[in-house]
């Protein structure tokens, strides 16, 4: 019988790919660096080629690496998908389910969600992992997570894709700027020309977006700093470094009642992003996918209109 890989060498081979580091890999797999160390080895016995250029400083994948390494990748992916087929045959919506989400949508959206999530499905075991939108689908074609919560559309990979609501921007300033203090409540994006944007920092997608309306309306990005929150940007506005774009969730969680900032909706159509999941193409928890994502909206929008009940007239 021909002797195959098994599947801890495999893991351990993406450990090392993703680390470039043996210990680091070891303790990812939480195994002895030694133990590994040894898998590896005889991984590259069995196929005859070197995997790893090994040295105290770094590792550094040879190309036949890189050639295993993304077939190790698609396996281990297709084993996940037979589990998942097993899993959704027995029983829907139970189990593990690793979500992955990006941190302008994570913080805001989540923590009066999740109690009611849980709620309604016990069994469920969301793992979640706050991450940039490209890392994000990294990890979910190569078989690291199940499901992501993001903005859509998903230009990264084709995926599947389940919007769940639509989010307007709005504007943020010190509450003496002139477009604060202007009579409308409702700002054009027209009125954004020659404004100085604090933006967050290259890779959160909300950046981009950012980018798109000051384009459109003449702003220009703070070439003074580049943000890695939406609380740092909010705290740069409130010294008087610049103006700012949040989503609309973000604000009662990053702009205090009592804080010297106004916060101005746009003018219709106000501009903004859609959020959904996004899922491997071909997975067989799409059911699953959908019936959270169905979940998710009810709970949200009852959420919202409690709010809404509960805000003075």
């Not at 010190?174 to 009579?183: C, K």
């Not at 798109?212 to 929150?229: K, Y």
């Amino acid at each position: 019988m021909t002797q195959r890989p098994t599947i801890r060498q495999l893991e351990y081979l993406v450990a090392v790919e993703e680390t470039r580091h043996f210990g680091r890999a070891a303790r990812q797999c939480a195994v002895t660096q030694p133990a590994l160390s040894t898998q590896i080895q005889q991984l590259e016995e069995l196929l005859g080629v070197q995997l790893f250029e090994r040295s105290r400083r770094r590792v550094v994948v040879t190309p036949e690496g890189e050639q295993v390494i993304a077939r190790a990748r698609r396996t281990l992916r297709e084993l996940d998908d037979l589990l998942d087929a097993a899993r959704a045959a027995r029983r829907s919506l139970a189990g593990p389910l690793r979500l992955g989400v990006i941190p302008t949508v994570a913080p805001y959206l989540l923590p009066p969600l999740l109690p009611r999530v849980r709620a309604a499905l016990p069994e469920l075991e969301l793992v979640l992992r706050e991450d940039q939108t490209a890392r994000l689908v990294e990890r979910l074609e190569s078989g690291g997570l199940d499901l992501l919560l993001l903005a859509l559309p998903v230009e990264e990979a084709p995926l599947e894709e389940m919007p769940l609501y639509d989010e307007a921007f709005v504007f943020v300033a010190p509450e003496d700027h002139r477009l604060a203090r202007a009579r409308s409540a409702k700002v054009p994006e027209s009125a954004l020309a020659d404004e100085e944007v604090l933006l967050l920092e290259d890779g959160h997608c909300l950046r981009a977006q950012a980018l798109s309306l000051c384009e459109r309306a003449g702003a220009r990005e703070s070439a003074r700093i580049q943000a890695t929150s939406l609380g740092t940007l909010v705290q740069m506005v409130a010294n008087g470094l610049g103006v700012t774009l949040l989503p609309e969730r973000a604000v009662p969680v990053e702009v205090r009642a009592d804080s010297s900032l106004a916060v101005r909706s746009f003018r219709p159509p106000a501009p903004g992003r859609s959020i959904g999941l996004a899922w491997r193409r071909g997975s067989a928890r799409a059911p699953e996918h959908r019936a959270l994502g169905e979940l998710l909206q009810r709970e949200d929008r009852a959420l919202r209109r409690g709010r809404r009940r509960r805000s003075p007239s």
